[in-house]
Structure formats: structure tokens, C-alpha cells
């Protein structure tokens, strides 16, 4: 569980400032229909959360700051 606020993402246990994160990298889980996603930091380490494809959107777009069209969903890894 998470909330973003003021561009800061907070869970149970991290407070993190959307712009302190480097890059984000997820995986889809076939059984749960849910995705893992990490948040890398410049530190080298990593937040991991479970989220839905349209949590994961958002958080894609709260990053970005609606700067990157996130395409996934069919078997070819695209939307369209």
C-alpha cells in the first residue's frame, strides 16, 4: 500500500521523493495479474511494491510528470 503526495511516494515502511528515483523497472506476475515495480535509487538500492497496471500507470506519470507514454498490455508489449 502506498499514497503519493506532493511528489512523495510513502508506503509502510519509506517515504521517498518521486524526483530522488533514477529509473523504474517492473514485471508482470501471470498468476496475481499484478506487477512488481521497483523504484531504483541513486544509491544503488530499491523499493519494491505490488501494484496494478493502473497504479502503475500513475506512478509512471506522477515520475515523468506526464512526460512518457508507458505502453504495455498485449502479447507485443504494446497498446496500440
Do not use: C
Not at 503519493?4 to 530522488?20: E, K, T, V
Not at 523504474?24 to 515495480?37: G, H
Request: charged fraction near 30%.
Amino acid at each position: 500500500m502506498y499514497t503519493i503526495q506532493d511528489r512523495y511516494i510513502h508506503g509502510n515502511s519509506y517515504a521517498l521523493l518521486m524526483d530522488n528515483i533514477e529509473f523504474l523497472t517492473w514485471r508482470f506476475n501471470e498468476e496475481t495479474k499484478q506487477y512488481w515495480l521497483k523504484l531504483h535509487v541513486p544509491s544503488g538500492k530499491e523499493i519494491r511494491i505490488r501494484v496494478s497496471e493502473n497504479e502503475l500507470r500513475d506512478i509512471v506519470d506522477t515520475w515523468s510528470m506526464n512526460m512518457m507514454e508507458l505502453d504495455i498490455g498485449d502479447e507485443h508489449g504494446l497498446d496500440k
